[in-house]
């Protein structure tokens, strides 16, 4: 019932949404919200503005509207917004360009497109997006047409809109015939785009083109009218119903347009720089619409490598959409994918997608030529990680000297299509990053389209994934055993700090049990602080960070925890872990463990399930491997 009753509600707003009046109406609309008259990129631009904007740290503007199916794009996104979208809103010429996004296959061009002609459809929907058209015309097009071009300068000074365009030849005749010319009582309806009813988005898909006609793009004679009419030239004889007609008011979508016959093309030449395009036995037909288009990077070498294509290529703006490059972007992109199939029931163990995603952005990384840079820590670098001497600040250097990195590698669908393989097969419920592995390891081996120099590559790159693992496996399981030790892990936290306030003050400690006065251990403070990397050198401006922390808790009558400085809790867990680490390689892997040994195991294996997100099989799996990997 709860159902029913929100169908009702929708249906309901639908017919809310509706309007219809006369051109004098609609004139009443235009004076309390000119906006409704803006043209197709002006109305894109505000969709996409409309659903927010953040500013990250480093300068780069994060367009909402893109995230939930975009991911690792954010710059390509800002640059196609800024240097697209905005000027083209302003009416700039850049809007009498065809926008062809360029890049490997999988890499979210259709999905982009996919999400603006969505996302036109709802926004049509909404009072910022909303706009009206001439009822009856096929074309649905802009009311504003039937004033004459005489009284448009007039027009447009005391109502403030833009008017751009000339009424079709079916609307031209119907103002004559039905109206008598009175364009006050021509009637106006709202449109709502839609690509299911072929209004105001279209998507052109080249096929063959010895039966492909020319009809698809710009409509067609109805033949069967003919005799009512008398002639070809008869807007009435005429289906103005082709792609480029239905697109006008939104968006018009060329799927892989080099791969269309050039008759096709040459259609485009007068649409993008004029605004018009030439239809049967008619003068030149207006559309506002905005013109995408995608193809590979292949494709666009050899076009542009032909000089007979040089008219279109001046009239196309190439945007290039690379892989995604940040590992924790690409998790995402394959928990997108695996939502949207029926395998959600199969439980991924941690860190198995984040494998895959190192195996995929490794293999579309560059090599640099800086030195002590490999491509490990250049994909740990641009996931937002300080890798040893490299800083955030050298990503645009790295970026500078690979100017295609991104444009080649593993495709998202390879990687999924191996999951999906490994999920099948699975008789456990549960994949964890070995499965994964292996399920990559073995589509290589079936794959008949890569060299041995590039299956070699891969697999090194597997490697690499594998490498990493290991030590995600291993610190896992020092944390769950660090929380089985908790006590005493807090009593080396405060015998810590008791010595490093004894340090920085120049004082002696007192032995708890002797009571004799000691000098600070320094021996247990370098066995700390070595576990996070702090140098001899470093270590009395840590030491004295601390102290400072330590009294600023103090007097905010707070107390400093084993978990109030990130740095100290994770050297502390680290040494401890170094000091637990032949009874976790015993716990681990012994076969016939005792009963302290089991209650050990449980207590870790119940921490990884409860906290860590997994499940009693992979848990298990995961001790497992780690104590194969003490034990090596």
Known sequence: MNFLRRLEEYLSLERQLAWEGTFRDYIDILKERPYVSQLAHSRIYNMIKSAGLEEEDHGIKKYK????????????????????????????????????????????????????????????????????????????????????????????????????????????????????????????????????????????????????????????????????????????????????????????????????????????????????????????????????????????????????????????????????????????????????????????????????????????????????????????????????????????????????EGMSGVDPRYVINRLSSALIRTSTKCINPLDVLRALKEGLDQHPSITKEERDRLLNFISEARKEYDEMAKKEVQKAFVYSYEESAKVLFTNYLDNVEAYCNGIKIKDPITDEELDPDEKLLRSIEEQIGVSENAKKAFREEILIRLSSYARKNRRFEYNSHERLREAIEKKLFADLKDIVKITTSTKTPDAEQLKRINEVSNRLVEDNGYCPVCANELLKYVGSLLNR
């Open 65 to 404: 509207f893109f995230h939930t199916e975009l991911f690792g794009l954010d710059k390509i996104l800002e640059k196609l917004v800024e240097e697209y979208f905005h000027p083209a809103a302003r009416r700039l010429d850049v809007r009498k360009r065809i926008l062809l996004l360029m890049g490997p296959v999988s890499g979210g061009k259709s999905t982009l497109v996919a999400m603006l002609k969505r996302g036109l459809e709802k926004f049509s929907r909404t009072d910022a997006g909303a706009l009206y058209g001439i009822k009856g015309c096929p074309m649905h097009e802009e009311p504003l047409h039937l004033i004459p071009k005489e009284l448009r300068e007039e027009f447009q000074k005391e109502y403030n809109v833009y008017i751009e365009g000339e009424l079709c030849p079916s609307c031209r005749l119907m103002v004559e015939s039905e109206y008598g010319g009175n364009i006050e009582k021509v009637r106006v309806e709202r449109v709502f785009l839609s690509e299911d009813n072929r209004c105001g988005i279209g998507t052109f898909t080249p096929s063959d083109p010895k039966s492909q006609d020319i009809a698809d793009l710009t409509g067609s004679v109805d033949f069967s009218t003919i005799t009512d009419y008398g002639s070809e030239s008869d807007p009435r004889a005429y289906r103005f119903d082709g792609e480029l007609n239905i697109a006008n008011r939104g968006i018009m979508e060329f799927q892989e347009i080099l791969k269309c016959d050039e008759k096709f093309l040459w259609n485009l030449l007068s649409l993008s720089q004029e605004g018009n395009f030439k239809a049967g036995r008619f003068a030149l037909i207006y559309a506002d619409e905005m013109i995408i288009a995608h193809t590979n990077e292949n494709e666009y070498k050899s076009f542009i490598s032909n000089k007979k294509n040089e008219a279109l290529q001046s009239r196309i703006i190439v945007m290039k959409i690379p892989y995604n490059l940040k590992v924790s972007h690409e998790v995402k992109i394959y928990e997108k994918l695996i939502k949207q199939s029926d395998l959600r029931s199969i439980h991924m163990a941690p860190h198995a997608l984040r494998i895959a995603s190192i195996f995929s952005v490794l293999s579309r990384l560059k090599e640099s030529k800086k030195q002590g840079m490999d491509l490990v820590k250049k994909m740990k670098l641009y996931d937002g990680e300080d890798v040893e001497e490299f800083k955030q600040k050298d990503i645009n250097e790295l970026q500078a000297e690979a100017v295609d």
